[in-house]
């Protein structure tokens, strides 16, 4: 068993079905989406980003999934975010969405890159058990508030670009999780044994943690 995550449900009141429609974040966070080049981002992978076994796990996949439980609204989602060759905008809303800062109810712009790496780290992992969220986006109120209160959240933390994630995954260990995403290269790899999570992100392949 690995310990539970000490920031386990504390948010009662969010629990909300992803039938029930778009908030103003969802939308807003649409408008922005429909800002970007989708079609310029889809299917290619950022050259050199991933080992070259992520690279083969992501680009050989028909089409690529993800499962999420949020630990702190309770939230569960499935989404095929990327099939026919390119990234789904409805998907990526859903899951930047269940990513949101659930403390100030705010969705990030989310980067794209970071679900590849999560598809990668679950094919390696062999599992199709959700990412248990531990944290998301933080917008940067959110951000400095947890910085001073823990050494271990950075000033400039990667959460509030969308490019980082902190996880858990059901019936594997940390430590398993940690090791899985070390050998992809996938970017940065944290270890929060005490916290119960992994910490991952899409900036360069760098380690810390116990
Ligand atoms: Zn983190």
Redesign the pocket.
Known sequence: MQPLPRATPDHPTATRQESEGMEPGRRSFLRRLGGLTLAGAAGAIAPGLFSPEAQAAISSAPKRSLAFKSLHTGETLKATYWSNGRYDPHALVDIAHILRDWRADEVGNMDPALYDLLFALRRKLGTDQPFNII?GYRCPKTNAMLASKSDGVAKK???MEGK???IAVPGRKLTAVRNAALELKLGGV?LYSKSGFV?V?TGRVRQWGS
Do not use: V
Request: proline share 0%; charged share 20%; no cysteine.
């Open positions: 944290s933390s990667m959460h980082a994630i902190d944290g910490h992100d």
